[in-house]
Nanobody, 126 residues
Framework: QVQLVESGGAQVHRGGSLRLSCKVSGGPVNVDAIGWFRQAPGKAREGLACIDRDDDVKRSAESVKGRFAISKDVAQKTVYLTMNNLKLEDTAIYYC???????????????????WGRGTWVTVSK
């Protein structure tokens, strides 16, 4: 069974950058779409982007447009979320998930994704 493990979360100053990793095990990274989601304290989970087996990318979240990018390394069985110009409001726990990803999946915060990692915290400070 496919398992997902996120890493790379950290505390970073406003304006800084991070790259999160989602390592896939128990199956090929291309078996499903892989997406990144986040949940800030007291807020609903938000879909950021997903990448499918053909490397087609769906993006949501206008708040991260132009700052966050999703990519995939098939050989490393890893999907990345590169985050630049981090803002205080980017503070959240970031999850990766596998499944069927549509724009509705992103807008709904993850409906259609059936395997989830445990998340990694990103804290942006002044």
């Amino acid at each position: 069974q496919v398992q997902l493990v996120e890493s790379g979360g950290a505390q970073v100053h406003r304006g800084g950058s991070l790259r999160l990793s989602c390592k896939v095990s128990g199956g090929p990274v291309n078996v499903d779409a892989i997406g990144w989601f986040r949940q800030a304290p007291g807020k609903a989970r938000e879909g950021l982007a997903c990448i499918d087996r053909d490397d087609d990318v769906k993006r949501s979240a206008e708040s991260v447009k132009g700052r966050f990018a999703i990519s995939k390394d098939v050989a490393q069985k890893t999907v990345y979320l590169t985050m630049n110009n981090l803002k205080l409001e980017d503070t959240a726990i970031y999850y990766c998930a596998a499944g069927t990803c549509s724009y509705f999946t992103l807008l709904s915060g993850g409906r259609g994704m059936d395997r989830w990692g445990r998340g990694t915290w990103v804290t942006v400070s002044k």
